[in-house]
Nanobody
Framework: QVQLVESGGGLVQAGGSLRLSCAASGSILSINAMGWYRQAPGKQRELVARITSGRNTNYGEFVKGRFTISVSNAKNTVYLQMNSLKAEDTAVYYC??????????????WGQGTQVTVSS
């Protein structure tokens, strides 16, 4: 069983910063990629940022250099540094561990979500 524990969400004023963290634990042999997705009310879930075990990254178009994703492979932990936050960044942010290989399976796992609210 693999669990993802997220932290770092909250309320921030526009222009401010937040740092999200997500730690994966359990019977993990390897993780292909980790990332963050978000879902605002009435909208579809969308990619925020994703990083592979080889540290290749890709970002949602709306990020425009404001966010940085990083990973500690040794700790199975992914971070998302979010700067210059805007009101439209308000959403529930979900951590994802993709292509997780454990003793008998290879599958994706999702965190429970953490609320990010940006006040204008």
């Amino acid at each position: 069983q693999v669990q993802l524990v997220e932290s770092g969400g909250g309320l921030v004023q526009a222009g401010g910063s937040l740092r999200l963290s997500c730690a994966a634990s359990g019977s993990i042999l390897s993780i292909n990629a980790m990332g963050w997705y978000r879902q605002a009310p009435g909208k579809q879930r969308e990619l925020v940022a994703r990083i592979t075990s080889g540290r290749n990254t890709n970002y949602g178009e709306f990020v425009k250099g404001r966010f940085t994703i990083s990973v500690s492979n040794a700790k199975n932990t992914v971070y998302l540094q979010m700067n210059s936050l805007k009101a439209e960044d308000t959403a529930v942010y979900y951590c994802a561990a993709l292509g997780v290989v454990s003793l008998a399976t290879r599958q994706d796992y999702w965190g429970q979500g953490t609320q990010v609210t940006v006040s204008s």
